[in-house]
């Protein structure tokens, strides 16, 4: 089975400092990576995803993550945080083959201090 | 195009009876997925629809059970609801070949 591991809970930046939020992954193949945004009483939001190719993907709203296979990682970046980034951060993952079930971090809560 | 569409989007029931949620997905994608959100738990898997079968079940005991209709509309029933079924349940869905899953704004379910 796949599993996500999220390091850090909680993360605060001030506004206009980098972000950089930890995703590692297990699987013996690498999966298909997402990151997905949740605000207060909202769903799921894709930022960005891998799947093939470039390694360094770029999403909406500044943000971008690496794909590294070595370190099974794949972290999030934004190189100036907004207010209105401050939000729930989840990294997920699913299978190449079925890629219908999604494994989800437990979740890295974003706060940016004015 | 519209996007997942969840119905209601909160509920409050009574320990012991049942609810169920519906899920209307982005036109044209027959897969739609339920997921359960705790903040003890996270996001966990319940179960994936696809053309009116179920593909895909987590790990939940069979109080959690869903379906699907011809036009890819699913719905999903608790029955004899416990405490710890309070939480945000979110659906998604994904089109052929897609690899993204697209959420609804979830329904915020309150067991009393």
């Known amino acids: 089975a796949q599993s996500v591991t999220q390091l850090g809970s909680h993360v605060s930046v001030s506004e206009g400092a980098l972000v950089l939020l930890r995703c590692n992954y297990s699987?013996?193949?690498?999966?298909?990576l997402f990151w997905y945004v949740q605000y207060p009483n909202q769903g799921l939001q894709l930022l960005l995803k891998?799947?093939?190719?470039?390694?360094l993907v770029k999403g909406i709203n500044g943000f971008e993550a690496e794909f590294k296979k070595s370190e099974t990682s794949f972290h999030l970046t934004k190189p100036s945080a907004h207010m209105s980034d401050a939000a729930e951060y989840f990294c997920?993952?699913?299978?190449?083959?079925?890629?219908?079930?999604?494994?989800f971090g437990t979740g890295t809560s974003l706060t940016v201090i004015p | 195009k519209a996007g997942v569409t969840q119905t209601p989007r909160y509920l409050i029931k009574t320990r012991g009876q049942q609810v169920t949620l519906s899920c209307s997905p982005i036109?044209?994608?027959?897969?739609v997925s339920w997921y359960q959100q705790t903040p003890g738990q996270g996001l966990q898997f319940l179960f994936e629809y696809f053309s009116e079968t179920q593909r895909n079940k987590g790990n939940f005991p069979g109080r959690f059970s869903g379906r699907q209709f011809s036009n890819s509309r699913s719905e999903m029933n608790v029955s004899t609801l416990e405490l710890g079924d309070s939480a945000l349940y979110l659906c998604?869905?994904?089109?052929?070949?897609?690899?993204?899953?697209?959420f609804g704004q979830g329904t915020r379910l309150t067991v009393v």
């Open positions: 997920a993952v699913s299978d190449r083959q079925t890629g219908n079930q999604f494994y």
């Open positions: 036109s044209g994608h027959r897969s």
């Open positions: 998604a869905s994904q089109g052929q070949g897609g690899t993204e899953a697209f």
């Open positions: 699987s013996s193949v690498p999966p298909y």
């Open positions: 891998y799947t093939t190719g470039a390694t």
